[in-house]
């Protein structure tokens, strides 16, 4: 989702532009199709790579991203900081403040970025792996691991682990868009920008560039992990949850979605890969990867452009 418009925003640097240039042909308008009927009007996602730069003038809605690029990181552009500490260039007010709401999107939704790194990395134990909590999937309990690196004691690589490390990185989300919206707030911006969760659709962003385990028990381990980030944002409030997917990937990461697949099962799908917005459009004809509904698609373009289906 990021590392294409990483890539631009660089090269737009190096040579002296500025990100908006290409703002105008992605801003939310109205297109009109061949035979000048009205289209769905276009929206825009935004995330860290776009710190501090122009957002597309009133797109249709806006898709902030809550995370810094892992599952476990902040966006430090989500709301005010140090680098940016004026609400006009926190993400989450752009997304709901430029967006003007004329489509069948709301005007602002919540994208997080997810993974299942499991209990040890590159001979290390994973900082925020859990080592107790109860799940739908029995209690997560620790373990002996030894590695070349020593031996140590972690939560083990289960569902029920999986389950509490996904359900504890959507609830610090949460926590973290709470504190974003608040400290937004506080400055008295023109557009009051909401904190509670139920306010804004959210968006799973499921892609093989994060950590994830493989194989029968590692596809057991993601779906828990991806179910657990679900629980959370439903015990938050949360009612509209999607996934940012494709086929290839989902079914790489999850095993595939079915009817057992509790949570995951027909979740609303926001699929990417197109370059243009009229490959954007005809991606709305493509198969569910949760056997849900295809809701948005985006195109890739100077920024990621969003589609409403």
């Given at each position: 989702m990021r590392r294409l418009v990483t890539l631009v925003a660089v090269q737009a640097a190096a040579v002296g532009l500025a990100v908006a240039v290409a703002a105008p042909a992605l801003a939310a308008g109205t297109d009109r199709d061949a035979a000048g009927a009205r289209s769905r009007v276009t929206g825009n996602d935004i995330s860290f790579p776009q710190c501090g730069a122009i957002f597309p003038a009133r797109p249709a809605f806006g898709i902030a991203d809550v995370n810094g690029g892992l599952a476990n990181d902040l966006n430090p552009c989500l709301g005010p900081s140090a680098s940016h500490p004026s609400y006009r260039r926190a993400e989450l007010y752009l997304a709901v403040a430029a967006s003007t709401g004329v489509a069948s999107q709301p005007k602002a939704s919540l994208y997080l970025d997810t993974g299942d790194p499991g209990n040890i990395y590159r001979g290390r134990p994973i900082a925020d792996w859990p080592k107790a909590g109860l799940t739908p999937y029995g209690a997560c309990e620790t373990t002996r691991v030894r590695t070349r690196r020593g031996t140590f004691t972690v939560g083990q690589n289960s569902r029920a682990c999986a389950w509490r490390y996904g359900f504890m990185k959507a609830a610090q989300d949460v926590s973290w868009v709470a504190a974003a919206a608040k400290a937004i707030d506080r400055q008295k911006p023109p557009v009051t920008v909401a904190a509670?969760?139920?306010?804004?659709?959210?968006?799973?962003?499921?892609?093989?560039?994060?950590?994830?385990?493989?194989?029968?028990?590692?596809?057991?381990?993601?779906?828990?992990?991806?179910?657990?980030?679900?629980?959370?944002?439903?015990?938050?409030?949360?009612?509209?949850?999607?996934?940012?997917?494709?086929?290839?990937?989902?079914?790489?990461?999850?095993?595939?979605?079915?009817?057992?697949?509790?949570?995951?099962?027909?979740?609303?799908?926001?699929?990417?890969?197109?370059?243009?917005?009229?490959?954007?459009?005809?991606?709305?004809?493509?198969?569910s990867f949760t056997a849900g509904r295809v809701v948005l698609t985006q195109w890739v373009a100077n920024l990621d452009g969003d589609y409403a289906c």
């Open positions: 509670a969760a139920s306010r804004y659709p959210w968006w799973l962003d499921v892609e093989l560039s994060s950590s994830w385990r493989t194989g029968t028990t590692g596809h057991a381990m993601n779906v828990a992990d991806l179910q657990g980030m679900i629980a959370a944002l439903r015990r938050a409030g949360a009612s509209l949850i999607g996934a940012y997917s494709t086929s290839s990937q989902w079914t790489t990461i999850t095993g595939g979605t079915r009817s057992s697949s509790g949570s995951l099962y027909r979740l609303r799908n926001w699929i990417p890969g197109a370059t243009t917005l009229s490959g954007a459009k005809a991606d709305c004809r493509l198969a």
